[in-house]
């Protein structure tokens, strides 16, 4: 992934790099809808955990029940 140079934006930019940067965008609009469906819906936002293996546990979890609910989705929304 790529991102956005820090300081002055160039003058002269490629095609190739204009098209990667618009790709990796939208790679990292699905990853942010993602994490805002989780806080959303999921509670990830509420995770007020002291540890830091705690709290990555409870984000492990909270993803895996997003998936969990995603392919209970798929499976029993069947017309």
């Not at 002055?8 to 930019?13: A, Y």
């Not at 959303?40 to 993803?63: C, D, N, P, Y």
């Amino acid at each position: 992934m790529s991102g956005p140079l820090l300081g002055r934006p160039p003058q002269n930019v490629s095609s190739e790099k204009k098209k990667q940067d618009i790709e990796s965008e939208g790679f990292r609009n699905s990853i942010e809808g993602k994490f805002g469906q989780a806080k959303r819906r999921f509670s990830l936002g509420r995770v007020m955990t002291k540890l830091s293996h705690t709290s990555e546990t409870a984000i492990a979890i909270t993803f895996l029940v997003m998936n969990i609910a995603s392919g209970l989705g798929r499976i029993f929304h069947v017309v």
